[in-house]
């Protein structure tokens, strides 16, 4: 299948630990995989467009967080000590030399990536693929109040045009979708960075777990990954289509 002009990056799928972090590392897999964006890889990558997926947990490096912003309770920078749900990551800080491993391994890599891909593929729109929790964690101040089944982050449209926004909201509402923009999650650094930098427009879509697995236990519902995979790769033929 020819692929579009439309680059796919699902930064935080794995559950990966490296082995030189494992022993300062306190949770557990269920927690791993219940703090990742678990399924996103299943979901997002599709045979029509450009696919980059990222390598390693989000709990121990944030591929969706600028390189520059290291602070150790801060669920909003490259590492941070406390995951979403309030969790201890681990055991002692990271030192210095370790989050200079962590990021010219993964974080770099990651992030040349896709720019190389824009470039070499003149690529003409970006999409970066996540998944949410169906309620906000109390943690973050949450009460309980269910998401929409997905969310669309434009950096308060800056990432993208509305016609773009409200094409890609339109499309989810067709698919039987309750759809919020800019709400909970507005798009963070992949979206802001390249969309920014590169010239690409871009959004970050978030897909609520509710409406793919049990989020108790973490088990995918086959049916409803396969069906969002089919839906992400009729929009891809759609934006391709309308924009590129």
């Known amino acids: 299948m020819r692929k579009k002009s439309i680059l ?3 930064p935080h799928a794995s559950v990966f630990v490296p082995q030189k972090i494992k022993p300062n590392f306190l949770l557990t897999e269920y927690d791993l995989k219940n703090i990742s964006d678990t399924y996103t890889d299943r979901i997002f990558e599709v045979p029509n467009a450009h696919i ?3 390598e390693i947990s989000r709990l121990v490096l944030n591929l969706n967080r600028s390189p520059d912003g290291i602070e150790e309770e801060h669920e909003h920078r490259v590492t941070t ?3 979403p749900d309030g969790q201890k990551i681990f055991k ?3 030192t210095p030399d370790e989050v200079s491993w962590l990021i010219k391994k993964y974080h770099h890599p990651f992030h040349r990536g896709i720019k190389s891909i824009m470039k070499e593929r003149k690529i003409k729109f970006f999409i970066d693929g996540h998944s949410m929790w169906s309620t906000r964690p109390k943690i973050m101040y949450g009460n309980g109040e269910e998401r929409a089944d997905v969310c669309l982050g434009n950096r308060e449209f800056t990432t993208c045009t509305g ?4 094409f890609i909201r339109d499309f989810f509402l067709d698919c039987g979708y309750s759809v919020k923009i800019n709400n909970p999650y507005f798009g963070k650094y992949n979206v802001g960075y390249h ?14 777990r509710k ?10 519902i086959p049916e409803k990954v396969y069906k969002l995979n089919k839906e992400m790769e009729r929009l ?3 934006i391709a289509e309308k924009f590129c």
């Open 211 to 220: 409406i793919f697995m049990d989020e108790k236990t973490l088990d995918a």
């Open 195 to 208: 969309c920014h930098r590169d010239g690409v427009p871009g959004i970050q879509i978030e897909f609520n």
């Open 236 to 238: 891809i033929d759609k």
């Open 81 to 83: 000590m406390v995951a």
């Open 52 to 54: 980059l997926i990222g």
């Open 163 to 166: 016609d773009q926004t409200e």
């Open 92 to 94: 002692r800080p990271l």
């Open 8 to 10: 796919v990056s699902i």
